[in-house]
């Protein structure tokens, strides 16, 4: 399908380009043109025109770490410290969960994804197989990310997910990664080095996310974790870690040095009383940091105005400077720098030949007037009813409140019989 989108603001998130009135078209899953209308070609047939309205059309939001099938736990275990919420609450509930139960429960979350204009997510959970397939379904684009323990699954099942669900469809890709070090032993952390080693491929882990991690690895190896996983060459080709709150100068020299990036989980972290991450001290040292919601158990919400206001009122308050992680660069952090740890560098900015994912935000309601700096307002003051369209791969996913071809009474039909059952 070729569809015109005119009179928008377009924020393409191209270095040094500023917003400008013009017009963006797709053509299948692609971006066709983007620039100024006088400049767009007068010779193309369209199946669909759309009128912006003035409102804001920008490259789709990144929740780059979460657990989708987790919506079964909403609200079921709040107000607890990390390890007493995992082991007493989440984990006896998850070896109940069977794998049509993770189908659902993504496509409940895929909703709400699509309402807060996020187009493709960073998927750790148990059942990527199922996950892939509801994906698949309603459209998300999703890097399903193992999270390979000392309980399950085994180093044969991790190589063989990689390899088939790699290849499974073009929505779909699949990164090896480990739960955390305190769910590991040491023989596995080794062997996954191995299989790390023989594909070249990144790592992604929970990481450093509360401070008794950091003592605890301390304690068993005379490490921190970020210290542990470099010397046992888990980091050799680069990868990601999650949270990233308790680093130290030397950890975050390991980070640079292999090119690991970091994804922030604020208001998880906030939520957990986990602590703030030194978001600040990444950018000075030039590690990449990205967003993420974390599960819609530890969060409760999957709501990226919700992150990107947080990570950078956080980073103010720990650093006590109001100039610190300005919006500037946590709109980088939701968009571009998503797409990195992603690794779907086709999806960082509106330009021609990118992938047609795209969000359009919603300018004329209050909380977006007086249209003086259109970024600080996004950040600052945005909000997931900003969201006029969700568009992933070329297709329009969500719009003026709808889903589209979506049969949402059934999800949450499906939805809530889980959720008795698991409660």
């Known amino acids: 399908m070729k569809i015109r989108f005119y009179n928008a603001r377009i924020l393409s998130m191209k270095e040094n380009e500023d917003i400008f ?22 010779d193309v047939s369209f199946d669909k025109e759309i009128d912006c309205e003035g409102n804001v059309l920008m490259p789709g939001l990144k929740d780059c770490h979460t657990h989708s099938g987790m919506t079964a736990f909403r609200s079921l275990a709040d107000d607890l410290n990390l390890q007493d919420w995992l082991n007493n609450e989440i984990f006896p509930r998850e070896a109940r969960m069977t794998g049509d139960d993770c189908y659902w429960l993504t496509k409940l979350s895929i909703l709400e994804y699509l309402t807060s204009g996020i187009t493709a997510i960073e998927d750790m959970y148990l059942t990527p197989e199922t ?39 073009p929505l779909i890709g699949f990164k090896m990664g480990l739960h ?11 062997n996954t080095a191995k299989l790390i080693a023989k594909y070249k491929a990144p790592m992604y882990v929970h990481m450093s996310e509360t401070k008794t991690e950091v003592e605890e690895c301390k304690g068993r190896y005379g490490l921190s974790p970020v210290a542990l996983f470099d010397k046992l060459g888990l980091f050799d080709y680069g990868g990601v870690i999650y949270h990233g709150v308790w680093v130290d100068e030397a950890d975050r020299a390991l980070l640079k040095k292999r090119g690991v990036m970091v994804v922030s989980n604020p208001a998880s ?13 990444y950018l000075k040292d030039g590690i990449i940091v990205a967003l993420g919601t974390d599960g819609p158990s530890s969060n409760n919400c999957l709501d990226m105005f919700r992150e990107m ?23 980088k952090m939701a968009t571009v720098n998503g797409s990195a740890t992603l690794e779907h560098p086709d999806t960082d900015i509106l330009a021609k030949g990118k992938l047609a994912d795209i969000v359009m935000i919603d300018l004329h309601q209050p909380n977006m007037q007086p249209i003086l ?29 709808e889903f589209i071809d979506t049969d949402v009474d059934e999800i949450y039909n499906k939805s809530e019989e889980i959720m008795r059952k698991l409660r």
Not at 269 to 281: E, Q, V, W, Y
Not at 374 to 381: A, G, L, Q, R, T
């Open 269 to 281: 972290n906030a939520k957990l009383a986990s602590g703030i991450a030194p978001i600040t001290d």
């Open 131 to 169: 996950i892939a397939d509801a994906c698949i379904e309603m459209g998300m684009r999703c890097e399903l990310v193992s999270g390979l323990n000392k309980f399950g699954p085994t180093l044969e099942v991790l190589e063989e997910r990689y390899n088939k669900l790699n290849d499974k469809h």
């Open 309 to 331: 206001y947080l990570v950078s009122a956080l980073g103010k308050l720990r650093e006590m400077n109001p100039l610190a992680v300005p919006a500037t660069e946590v709109l």
């Open 21 to 42: 009135i013009g017009e963006l078209h797709t053509d299948g899953n692609r971006i066709s043109y983007v620039g100024k209308s006088e400049d767009a070609p007068k």
């Open 373 to 401: 700096n259109i970024p600080n307002n996004i950040v600052y003051s945005g909000s997931k009813t900003n969201v006029k369209m969700t568009m992933i791969d070329g297709k329009i996913l969500y719009m003026n409140g």
């Open 180 to 190: 955390a070090e305190y769910t590991c032993d040491k023989e596995l952390l080794e």
